[in-house]
């Protein structure tokens, strides 16, 4: 029987945002912070879906495919620490109104398909650093890096040999 797959939907940021995000990053924070995302992985994860069967798959897919909604674009001038989980995050002091309703919709469809959903406010962000239990000093206000949203994407998580890989199943544009 095919297997379930661990999905979420997400923005992805373009390459060479994420190679630039990682630079930024080696400096403007201390070196022991804490576990650094790989470049590859970074992104903005918009509704988390859990474990999955191919069969839910199939309906996110086409739920998804219907999806109408504009563009915009992503200011990430914000940056926070989460001591809880131990995430260091990087995030904007403004959600744009189509990234909040985008988030909206997909989480919904989520919860309505039976994928328990966070009841915290969506709080958007990029997972900069995990395992990061101490308390960290953050980078000054002042910077901002900006991102066209032009699509949003469902991922597979994998783990192997100690890995974890973000695979994109597929990308749907937004208008
Ligand atoms: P995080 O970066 O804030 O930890 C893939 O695992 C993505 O889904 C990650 O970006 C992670 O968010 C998010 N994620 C993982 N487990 C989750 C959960 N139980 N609830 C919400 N989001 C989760």
Known sequence: MPESQRLFFALSLPAGIQ???VSWRAQAFAEHTGR???GANLHMTLAFLGDVSPAKQQV???LAGRIRQPRFTLRLDDAGH???PGVVWLGTRQPPRGLLQLADLLRAQAARNGCHQSPMPFHPHITLYRQATQPVALPPP???WTAEACEFTLFASEFSRGRTRYQALH???LL
């Open 19 to 21: 190679r630039q995000l």
């Open 36 to 38: 650094p995302v790989a």
């Open 60 to 62: 996110f897919m086409d």
């Open 82 to 84: 989460w001591p809880r």
């Open 142 to 144: 002042g910077f901002c």
């Open 171 to 173: 990308r749907w544009p």
